[in-house]
């Protein structure tokens, strides 16, 4: 049932984002910025809290946690025939049909001319821009997310020949299965305009985007974000700098009370709390209770430390 969008405003919701996106009006969202799973083996699944526990034990003390999660997948280790290809590519399709699924709602919600924003990994961002074109959006670029990390995680070819005791191994020095992976992606897709950019700006104040730096016109590379110190009790494996994700807003909406951002995988509530310190609205959905719990207290933590 559609909810009164005042009452939906600057909360965030416990439950599955198909299904909680049909609770919001037609027309009624500035923008969103969503981080949603990138592994999608565990679509049509929960968020594979197990897989993320197990994972985690295993790797103590690390931080690739989250190369492994859009990675590490099943099929990540096996031998290369015909059925992992063919499995590889029902997965990714799969994916693609479950963006599609909230996708739907995402676009009704949408102003004509609001943008989205959606994370993913530099190999699957192509599937979450073709199944949003498929919503109805229409696709505006990738902004790329440059994190100046990222371990090389493939193949070290030499290093395996000269395991299995094969003589000219030292000739493949230097050659891998992949590069290093230092960037992420954020695909960046649009509602159709009303007719152009001056109508769609007039009838609902979105459709633009402020480009304007402190250097000049800012580019669709990020880099240099402020990495922030997580508090002990946000366990969420995946969390999102604060600074990015107000990089985002600021190039979306102006800082005002008018406008509503939603993210539909909130997870620990990134997207709330970068909101709040803009002073803009937000709403979130997020299925996992624990997540949901994290993101109130983060909220609540900065409400006391601001009005102490
Ligand atoms: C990559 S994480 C988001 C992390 C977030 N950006 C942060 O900084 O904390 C994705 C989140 O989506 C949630 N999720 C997965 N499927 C969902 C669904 N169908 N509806 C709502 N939330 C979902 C997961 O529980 C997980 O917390």
Same mark, same amino acid.
């Given at each position: ?190 509602? #159709? /305009?009303?007719? !152009? *950019? %001056? ?5 609902? $104040?979105? =459709? ?45 909406? #102006? /800082?005002?009370? !008018? *406008? %509503? ?5 909130? $997870?620990? =509530? ?39």
């Amino acid at each position: 049932m559609i909810k009164n969008i005042e009452k939906l405003k600057n909360t965030i919701i416990l439950g599955d984002c198909i299904e909680e996106l049909k609770s919001v009006p037609d027309n009624s969202i500035d923008s969103c910025i969503t981080d949603p799973p990138y592994n999608y083996e565990f679509i049509g699944q929960d968020w594979n809290e197990e897989e993320i526990e197990r994972r985690t034990s295993r790797i103590q003390n690390s931080n690739t946690l989250v190369k492994n999660i859009p990675y590490g997948s099943g099929l990540a280790g096996g031998v290369r025939n015909k059925r992992w290809y063919e499995r590889n590519r029902e997965n990714i399709l799969q994916y693609q049909e479950w963006i599609k699924k909230w996708g739907t709602e995402l676009y009704r919600i949408l102003k004509p001319g609001a943008y989205v924003y959606t994370f993913n990994s530099t190999r699957t961002v192509a599937h979450v821009q073709t199944a949003l074109e498929d919503n109805g959006f229409y696709a505006r670029d990738i902004i790329v997310w440059r994190r100046h990390s990222g371990i090389p995680k493939g193949l070290n070819v030499s290093k395996k020949l000269e395991k299995m005791g094969v003589s000219n191994y030292a000739d493949w020095n230097g050659w891998h299965s992949c590069l290093r992976n230092e960037w992420e992606a954020i695909s960046l897709v649009q509602k #159709p /305009l009303t007719n !152009n *950019y %001056i109508e769609t700006l007039h009838k609902y $104040g979105v =459709g633009l985007l402020n480009a304007q730096s402190e250097n000049g016109f800012k580019s669709n590379i990020i880099e240099d974000v402020k990495r922030d110190k997580l508090e002990d009790f946000n366990i969420h494996v995946t969390v999102k700098p604060v600074d990015l994700i107000k990089q985002l807003i600021m190039l979306t909406v #102006p /800082l005002d009370k !008018n *406008y %509503i951002i939603i993210d539909p995988f909130m $997870g620990s =509530g990134t997207t709330a709390l970068a909101c709040k310190e803009l002073g803009v609205n937000y709403i979130g959905i997020e299925k996992s209770k624990k997540y949901v719990d994290i993101a109130e207290t983060r909220l609540r933590r900065y409400d006391t430390a601001i009005s102490a």
